[in-house]
């Protein structure tokens, strides 16, 4: 069984930064490619970032330039370094972990096995 827990969200005026974090514990599988997702009130869960287990990454477009994802094998850590925050990046943001190794970076929550209980992140204007 895996765990993820998120932290480092907050409130922030736009234009702000923000940097979250998602700690990984339990049993593992190697390095898995792990991800950032978020889902804004009556909106559907929308991928936002991840990194695969060889480093690549890929983000959704409105985040590109404004986001970065990195990981920390070494503590089982992923981060969400957020900049340039606008009001509609509001949203619980959610880790999400997939069970085994592997090079795709995939932005479909339905192929991820383990997730998170979120965290907020309110960007007011």
């Known amino acids: 069984q895996v765990q993820l827990v998120e932290s480092g969200g907050g409130m922030v005026q736009a234009g702000g930064s923000l940097r979250l974090s998602c700690a990984a514990s339990?049993?593992?599988?190697?390095?898995?490619?792990m991800a950032w997702f978020r889902q804004a009130p009556a909106m559907e869960r929308e991928f936002v970032a991840v990194?695969?287990?060889?480093?690549?990454?890929r983000y959704v477009e409105s985040v590109k330039g404004r986001f970065i994802i990195s990981r920390d094998n070494t503590k089982n850590m992923v981060y969400l370094q957020m900049n340039s925050l606008r009001p509609e990046d509001t949203a619980v943001y959610y880790c999400?972990?997939?069970?085994?190794?592997?090079?795709?970076?995939?932005?479909?929550?339905?192929?991820?096995?383990?997730w998170g209980q979120g965290t907020q992140v309110t960007v007011s204007s």
């Open positions: 999400a972990a997939k069970n085994t190794y592997s090079t795709a970076a995939s932005s479909q929550s339905d192929t991820y096995q383990h």
């Open positions: 339990g049993r593992t599988f190697g390095i898995p490619p």
């Open positions: 990194i695969s287990s060889v480093g690549t990454t």
